[in-house]
């Protein structure tokens, strides 16, 4: 039997229109998502503000003159909000026979930061990062470059401590340390009246003779706060928008197909009825 032209299958039929529960769910589903979109937008966009904020106070804190660092009157209230990267000049008497190699990895590439104790007049305690050596500064070849003695006066920028390293712990008992966490620091080497914070030194403090006296550097603080709000805040605001035009989409789809049923229906109703008679 050939087949009949214009033949349409029941895929091809265009569908009615959706029922009062399909819809309530759509519209239920659709405000849902707008308003969650435009909530998370407006979130990054006070996400962005503050991160502004805190890239410019900082900067602020890096560049300014060096302040005297807290002290044990001032340490309760150390916050890394208000603190981190401020820029601090304390004095005092390293104690270099307790020094700790902390794991870092740096451009110039892998080796160690020295955390060094400095003893202040005061009999306080502040865990400063001299700097960055490499892996063979004082290991197997025992090149390690005598330090600054005597009284030393230091400048750099205070920071908080660490309190873990991405896929690896500290392990005081073999003295393999992947973190800067000043108070396991302080209790591996004895040390009391220990700072809550250490300070990473500026680029000028370096060991004092030998070939290694440009070892540690110092000034290698990465200073770098990932600013990708205004991305994120475009992306929710345009799945908001898609949300709305999808939305209203369909609504025009449905109010047609609604149309044409009720002409539809209009046109049945009207061929069915019977023929009126004319006397």
């Not at 009949?4 to 519209?27: H, I, M, Q, Y």
């Not at 966490?181 to 809550?196: E, K, Y």
Request: proline share 7%.
């Amino acid at each position: 039997m050939p087949p009949v032209a214009n033949a349409r299958s029941p895929d091809d039929a265009e569908r009615g229109p959706r029922g009062p529960f399909a819809l309530t769910l759509l519209v239920i589903l659709a405000a849902v998502l707008f308003f969650g979109f435009v909530a998370l937008g407006t979130w990054q966009v006070e996400r962005r503000a503050w991160k502004l904020d805190l890239i410019a106070r900082v900067d602020q804190r890096v560049h300014a003159p060096a302040t005297a660092a807290p002290g044990p009157e001032q340490w309760s209230q150390v916050t890394a909000a208000m603190d981190e990267y401020l820029h601090v000049r304390l004095t005092g008497v390293f104690l270099h026979d307790r020094q700790t190699l902390v794991w870092a990895s740096t451009d110039a590439g892998n080796g160690f930061w020295v955390l060094t104790p400095l003893r202040t007049a005061g009999g306080t305690t502040v865990l400063v990062n001299r700097g960055f050596v490499p892996t063979d500064w004082c290991g197997r070849t025992g090149r390690c470059a005598a330090g600054p003695t005597g009284e030393t006066t230091v400048t750099g920028l205070l920071r908080m401590p660490e309190t873990y390293a991405f896929l690896r712990h500290n392990d005081p008992a073999h003295d393999r340390w992947y973190s800067r966490d000043v108070q396991a620091i302080a209790a591996a080497r004895g040390l009391t009246s220990v700072a809550p914070y250490f300070v990473d030194a500026d680029a000028a403090l370096t060991g004092a003779s030998g070939s290694n006296a440009s070892w540690p550097e110092g000034g290698l603080t990465v200073i770098d706060f990932p600013n990708n709000h205004l991305v994120y805040l475009i992306t929710w605001y345009l799945l908001a928008l898609m949300v709305a035009v999808g939305t209203w989409y369909v609504g025009r789809t449905e109010y047609r197909l609604r149309r044409r049923a009720r002409n539809v229906a209009a046109t049945a109703a009207a061929s069915s009825s019977p023929p009126s008679v004319v006397p």
